[in-house]
C-alpha cells in the first residue's frame, strides 16, 4: 500500500499537492518539498503549484463567506466564537491577518469566511491572498527541499521506533493546540474588558444621565 501511494504521488504529484493545498496543508507542502530533494518533482514548478491550491481553497471560503452569510449564521452557530476572534484579528491587524492565518490552527478557514462577510475588497483579499500563498508555501516547502535527506532519515527512523515518535507527535500536536486555545480566551477576555470598560465610563459620564 505504501508504495502503492509513493507510485501515484510520483505519478501525480502537482495534481494531488494542489488539491492537498486547498484541503489541508503543511503536509502535502512538506511531503512536496522532500519530493522535490529527491528529484520527483519540480522546486519551482511544486511551489507555484502549492501555492496556487493554498490560494484558491482560501478563495473558495472567502466566497462562501460573501455569498452565504445566513448559512454560515446557521450552520457554524457552534464556530461563533472562531468568528468573533477572527473579526477581532482583521479589525486589529488590517490585511497583515491574511498572511497570519495560514498558520493560526483552528482559524485558517474561519478567517477567510469572516473576511467575507465584511465589506472588504474581493480584489483586493485576491491579491494580497495571492502574495501569501506563494509566500507560505515557499517558507513551507524550501526547508524540506534543502533538508529532504535529513527528514527522510527521520521519518525512516519514526517508521521503526514508532513507540518513540507517536507520544512526541501527540506531546507537539497538543501543544500547538494547547497554545491557541489560551489565544483565543486571551483575545475574547480583552474583547470583553474592552466593551465592560465602555459600559462604564458612558454610565459615568455626567452627560449619559
Given amino acids: 500500500m505504501e508504495e502503492l501511494f509513493i507510485g501515484w504521488l510520483k505519478e501525480y504529484g502537482y495534481v494531488i499537492l494542489f488539491l492537498w493545498s486547498i484541503i489541508e496543508g503543511e503536509m502535502g507542502l512538506i511531503m512536496g518539498g522532500i519530493m522535490s530533494h529527491t ?4 522546486y519551482c514548478v511544486t511551489v507555484f503549484v502549492a501555492g496556487l ?13 460573501r455569498f452565504n452569510k445566513g448559512l454560515i449564521q446557521r450552520k457554524l452557530h457552534g464556530q461563533r466564537r472562531k468568528f468573533a476572534i477572527a473579526h477581532l484579528l482583521l479589525k486589529k491587524y488590517g490585511w497583515p491577518i491574511i498572511f497570519a492565518q495560514r498558520y493560526m490552527y483552528g482559524l485558517r478557514t474561519v478567517i477567510p469566511m469572516s473576511i467575507g462577510i465584511t465589506k472588504y475588497s474581493a480584489r483586493k483579499f485576491a491579491f494580497i491572498n495571492l502574495i501569501s500563498a506563494w509566500a ?3 517558507i513551507t516547502i524550501t526547508p524540506a527541499y534543502i533538508y529532504g535527506e535529513e527528514i527522510l532519515s527521520l521519518l525512516a527512523y519514526a517508521k521503526e521506533h514508532w513507540y518513540f515518535a507517536l ?6 500536536a497538543y501543544g500547538i493546540y494547547a497554545y491557541f486555545q489560551k489565544l483565543e480566551r486571551r483575545l475574547l477576555q480583552r474583547r470583553n474588558d474592552r466593551i465592560s470598560a465602555i459600559a462604564t465610563q458612558k454610565l459615568s459620564d455626567p452627560q449619559e444621565l
Avoid: C, L, R, V
Avoid at 491550491?53 to 463567506?65: C, K, L, S, V
Fill in 167 to 172: 507520544p512526541i507527535a501527540g506531546s507537539f
Fill in 53 to 65: 491550491g493554498g490560494f484558491t481553497g482560501d478563495q473558495i471560503y472567502f466566497y462562501i463567506g
Fill in 39 to 42: 528529484g520527483d518533482m519540480q
Fill in 136 to 138: 507560505w508555501a515557499t
